[in-house]
T-cell receptor, first 114, second 116 residues
Framework: KQEVTQIPAALSVPEGENLVLNCSFT??????LQWFRQDPGKGLTSLLL?????REQTSGRLNASLDKSSGRSTLYIAASQPGDSATYLCAVYILTGGGNKLTFGTGTQLKVEL | ETGVTQSPTHLIKTRGQQVTLRCSSQSGHNTVSWYQQALGQGPQFIFQ???????GRGNFPPRVSGLQFPNYSSELNVNALELDDSALYLC???????????????FGPGTRLTVL
């Protein structure tokens, strides 16, 4: 059974700091990995999708890496801003029956302070 | 291009009641997946529908059921509501070209269900 773990569970940093969020998964037989952002009480906003053949993806101040062999992914946020405060979720795509499903971690709650 | 929409936004029910949640998939998508997110947890996979057939199911009891319509919209039904059913229910749509394809899932805003 695939399990996804995110460390740390919560993080508080001053504005402007660079930070790294960690995600690990137990079964390396994943296809894609996706990072999401969730604001309190809201749905999921997709940040970055890394396909299984890729090692990283970048979008603006965000960079996500994937190492399937070690079962790890990291999300790097450069020059953090108060607007980055949210919960960040990591999820892996695995096959189920004839389709696919996402298995999520429990998230890292980020607070960026002025 | 219309994104994934869900209705209602919020819902309050009492134990034992039945509820139906609705999801309209993104234009061009043929697959809908449902997830349950309890407070402080990551979303948990409930089931997926592809071309009106169930295409994978998570660890949920039979009182949680679903349906997909010819226009690829979907419903999630929960009978005999329990307090633990209180959660955010998320719907995601995607385009499966063939079974086993791992196309990206796009999420709706969710329905917040509270069971009293």
């Amino acid at each position: 059974k695939q399990e996804v773990t995110q460390i740390p569970a919560a993080l508080s940093v001053p504005e402007g700091e660079n930070l790294v969020l960690n995600c690990s998964f137990t079964d390396s037989a994943i296809y894609n990995l996706q990072w999401f952002r969730q604001d309190p009480g809201k749905g999921l906003t997709s940040l970055l999708l890394i396909q299984s053949s890729q090692r990283e993806q970048t979008s603006g101040r965000l960079n996500a890496s994937l190492d399937k062999s070690s079962g790890r992914s990291t999300l790097y946020i450069a020059a953090s801003q108060p607007g980055d405060s949210a919960t960040y979720l990591c999820a892996v795509y695995i096959l189920t029956g004839g389709g696919n499903k996402l298995t999520f971690g429990t998230g890292t709650q980020l607070k960026v302070e002025l | 291009e219309t994104g994934v929409t869900q209705s209602p936004t919020h819902l309050i029910k009492t134990r034992g009641q039945q509820v139906t949640l609705r999801c309209s998939s993104q234009s061009g998508h043929n697959t809908v997946s449902w997830y349950q997110q309890a407070l402080g947890q990551g979303p948990q996979f409930i089931f997926q529908y592809y071309r009106e057939e169930e295409n994978g199911r998570g660890n949920f009891p039979p009182r949680v059921s679903g349906l997909q319509f010819p226009n690829y919209s979907s419903e999630l039904n929960v009978n005999a509501l329990e307090l633990d059913d209180s959660a955010l229910y998320l719907c995601a749509s995607s385009l499966l070209v063939a079974r086993g394809n791992t196309d990206t899932q796009y999420f709706g805003p969710g329905t917040r269900l509270t069971v009293l």
